[in-house]
């Protein structure tokens, strides 16, 4: 589908996919809540911060790994709406117990139940957008969705910023009331998806013969085998540029060894305070450039932007890794990794491009258990052996596989319209 060169007439984005995005933005602020609580656990409970970050880092390798599976049967089935229904409540099952929680076992179910829920939801979601979107307004669906679950993140960790500076004296009922207020943003999503988001039907032949479950599952495997090679390659290009996608709990600690006295207007006394609102600046840069970026994609080139993006994420790592000590070089580093984290969009919608409209479930699934590789091998290979030696070098060396994913790009095609058959 062409846009309009007389009138320059763009199809709007779908109501569903505004319903769906406001969704998002109630989903994680509630995440965002909830995940910034979770540091504070071991001044209420008999448990190690170390353990804490266990937990946290084995759910999110979980939920990995389920984003592959719901991806995959939301295809065979052809019901997306039903895991992300599936998805969404298991998240608000998760922040009850959450509410409720008196020990720590019931903690450990609650993110554990979060993390799979997330991921539950995780493909379906991106394969729904796809089939809910005009492909000439796919970059600014998947770029609205991706801002408004970024704004509900910095007003997220935003509001805990003002709630702990006025009223962290009685922590275990603060956190009860934060827990509970994350109940409620989850419930509004859940009820915004389901009576709000409509799902189109996914046109397949039925079959005039009833087959047997195994006989269609085989099918269904075969034509998994059949993505185009464009797909393949744009993976590969993803797993290095998502290679740099460090920790923002490694930009945080290095700006709080900087020697200067103030970052963003803010004492560098106070670690707690400029933590938080380091991140804060980040999602606030990420949230302004995300819909911009995705129009941008649809009006001129989704690599050109892409481009555009991992030129941006270089010049972070290259302020990071040259401007020790200076606060502008350290602040502009942080400018644009939010920036290049505003174009996930993008990204999203170059893979959708490469994927049979039929099969965007597990396509997602694949790229999402890809991607968390990709982040696993640099945050535990790359950036935590060389950082107490020398952190300069590991934002350098993180460098390297993300400008070969830019040597890769132009080398791959994202017109997409021949796969939507």
């Known amino acids: 589908m062409k846009i309009s ?10 109501p569903s996919v505004w319903a769906l995005s406001l969704g998002m933005f109630f989903l994680n602020f509630a995440s965002m809540m909830i995940f910034t609580c979770m540091p504070l656990l071991p001044l209420c409970f008999p448990i190690k911060a170390s353990a804490v970050g266990c937990i946290e880092g084995f759910g999110e390798g979980f939920a990995y790994l389920v ?60 394969a729904l957008i796809r089939d809910m979107s005009n492909p000439v307004v796919l970059g600014r669906s998947y770029g609205l969705n991706k801002a408004l679950g970024m704004l509900g993140s910095a007003l997220g960790g935003g509001v805990l910023v003002w709630v702990f500076y006025y009223y962290s004296d009685h922590l275990p009922s603060l956190l009860k009331y934060i827990f509970g207020v994350a109940v409620g943003l989850s419930f509004c999503s859940f009820l915004l998806l389901f009576y709000n988001v409509k799902e189109p039907s996914l046109k397949s032949p039925k079959p005039t013969v009833p087959t047997p479950f195994i006989i269609r599952y085989k099918k269904f495997l075969g034509e998994v085998r059949s993505f185009p090679i464009n797909f393949w390659k744009a993976l590969v290009m993803s797993f290095f540029l998502k290679t740099g996608y460090f920790s923002g709990s490694f930009m945080v600690s290095y700006v709080m060894v900087q020697k200067f ?55 972070s790592l290259g302020c990071f890794g ?39 479930g597990t396509g997602f699934g694949i790229f999402f258990v890809v991607a968390g590789l990709a982040i696993i091998f640099s945050n535990a290979y790359i950036m935590e052996p060389l950082w107490d030696p020398n952190p300069e070098r590991a934002f350098l060396m993180v460098g390297i596989p993300v400008l070969i994913s830019l040597i890769l790009l132009p080398f791959i095609s994202f017109k997409g319209e021949e796969h939507d058959a």
């Open 5 to 14: 060169t007389s009138h320059r007439t763009i199809p709007k984005i779908s």
């Open 67 to 126: 984003r592959a599976f719901a991806g995959s049967l939301s295809d065979f089935f052809q019901k997306r709406k039903k895991f992300l229904l599936w998805g969404y409540g298991t998240c608000l099952l998760a922040r009850f117990c959450l509410v409720w929680a008196h020990s720590m076992n019931l903690i450990v179910l609650a993110r554990l139940l979060e993390k799979l829920g997330n991921g539950m939801q995780g493909s379906p979601r991106e």
């Open 261 to 315: 006295e103030t970052f963003l207007g803010l004492s560098t006394k106070n670690k707690p305070l400029m933590s938080a609102s380091v991140l804060a600046f980040q999602i606030f840069i990420s949230t302004l450039f995300s819909y911009p970026a995705g129009l941008l994609a649809d009006l001129k080139s989704r690599r050109t932007v892409l481009g555009l993006g991992t030129v941006a994420l270089l010049g």
């Open 322 to 360: 040259f401007g020790s000590g200076s606060a502008f070089w350290i602040t502009l580093g942080v400018l644009l990794y939010g920036i290049q984290y505003g174009m996930q969009g993008v990204l999203l919608s170059c893979m959708s491009c490469t994927m049979p409209l039929r099969l965007q």
